[in-house]
């Protein structure tokens, strides 16, 4: 998995401090895409964040594995993990747009 260049957008405005690596400017093209936690996930999204959802600055070619890194998502079975909606492998690329949404595979109601 290679580090991605990262930034999120919440109620306050674009975050820079949220990033786990850098790529330099003009490396790659970026793109934004929307990270959804529901339920118990949603102690995962960064602090002050309005609501469940996030988005994100991240470089083509980025692989929903790589969108959910910053959040600490299991990335196994304990997880439902979808990209738009439908079930894909975690290194399918996302694109531009995207949104891809976690939830605990076993949530209390």
């Given at each position: 998995m290679s580090t991605n260049w990262y930034s999120y957008t919440n109620s306050q405005g674009p975050n820079r401090g949220y990033n786990p690596g850098c790529l330099a400017s003009g490396e790659r093209e970026f793109m934004k895409v929307y990270v959804k936690l529901i339920a118990t996930y949603r102690g995962h999204l960064p602090?002050?964040?309005?609501?469940?959802?996030?988005?994100?600055?991240?470089?083509?070619?980025?692989?929903?594995?790589?969108?959910?890194?910053?959040?600490?998502?299991?990335?196994?079975?304990?997880?439902?993990?979808?990209?738009?909606?439908?079930?894909?492998?975690?290194?399918?690329?996302?694109?531009?747009?995207?949104?891809?949404?976690?939830f605990s595979a076993i949530a209390g109601g």
């Open positions: 602090p002050n964040t309005s609501g469940d959802t996030v988005a994100l600055e991240v470089a083509s070619n980025t692989s929903v594995a790589e969108v959910l890194a910053p959040f600490n998502i299991p990335l196994d079975d304990r997880s439902v993990i979808v990209l738009n909606g439908l079930s894909v492998d975690l290194d399918k690329p996302v694109s531009d747009g995207d949104t891809v949404t976690a």
